[in-house]
């Protein structure tokens, strides 16, 4: 049976993977607004652009730009931003701003400082699959412990096996319960798994053990004990 603590890694993988551009991002924006404060305002001419084939048969453009520093010496940037979104061309003027300390790195060009913001979106949208999924995991895992320790044991009707084909094909076993008290019926579902649970609960007159919130029974965990590990 598949356990949910699986899922853990998978969770922390994109997690990490989003933190990581997130502070990558925050290193570049950093680095952007220092040489924009701190340095040197200049216009260069584009000499040259580099090109980048991909495997689909586009192709980028990054500019080869050359300005002269305060002390008149020619300096060559080579930009690391490819694009083939109206793409420099060769001749075309450019304001910039350079540290003197490294003008052939420290380099920031009008204009095109909108690759900086490319990190934080994989932040939202691996971090945020992969946090959403480690906070969704806890409060499962926290709920099964409560429910361990304070829930109430009930007896449910065995109703279906529902089948879910993707790229792995998973179950879910789903049961009922009859409030005694309120005559409410309550439908539970168990946790999804990778192994066919009805050749171990066949008939509909089989019950199943189910723990509940007494105060809320939509708050509950189906047992799926019965099955072996």
């Given amino acids: 049976?598949?356990?949910?603590?699986?899922?853990?890694?998978?969770?922390?993988?994109?997690?990490?993977?989003g933190l990581g551009c997130g502070v990558w991002?925050?290193?570049?924006?950093?680095?952007?607004?220092?040489?924009?404060?701190?340095?040197?305002?200049?216009t260069g001419t584009v000499i040259s652009l580099r090109e980048s084939h991909s495997g689909k048969g586009s192709t980028t453009y990054a500019p080869v730009i050359e300005f002269r520093d305060t002390d008149g010496n020619l300096t060559v940037y080579n930009s690391s931003t490819y694009t083939n979104?109206?793409?420099?061309?060769?001749?075309?003027?450019?304001?910039?701003?350079?540290?003197?300390?490294?003008?052939?790195?420290?380099?920031?060009?009008?204009?095109?400082?909108?690759?900086?913001?490319f990190p934080f979106i994989f932040l939202l949208t691996h971090g945020g699959v992969g946090i959403t999924g480690l906070v969704w995991l806890e409060r499962k895992r926290r709920l099964h412990k409560w429910l361990h320790e304070q829930g109430q044991e009930v007896n449910a009707r065995f109703l279906r096996v529902d089948v879910s084909r993707g790229k792995s094909t998973t179950y879910t076993l789903v049961c009922e319960w009859k409030d005694p008290f309120t005559s409410i019926i309550y439908e539970f579902k168990s946790d999804s798994i990778s192994k066919n649970p009805e050749e171990f609960v066949s008939s509909s007159s089989e019950s199943l053990r189910v723990l509940i919130d007494p105060a809320n029974p939509k708050r509950y965990w189906v047992d799926m004990g019965f099955m072996g590990d």
């Fill in 25 to 42: 991002g925050i290193t570049n924006l950093i680095s952007h607004n220092r040489i924009k404060n701190e340095g040197v305002k200049t």
């Fill in 85 to 117: 979104v109206d793409p420099y061309k060769v001749g075309s003027r450019v304001e910039l701003w350079y540290l003197p300390s490294n003008p052939e790195w420290d380099v920031v060009i009008e204009g095109d400082n909108w690759w900086i913001y």
């Fill in 1 to 17: 049976m598949k356990s949910q603590g699986c899922l853990y890694p998978f969770f922390a993988i994109f997690a990490l993977a």
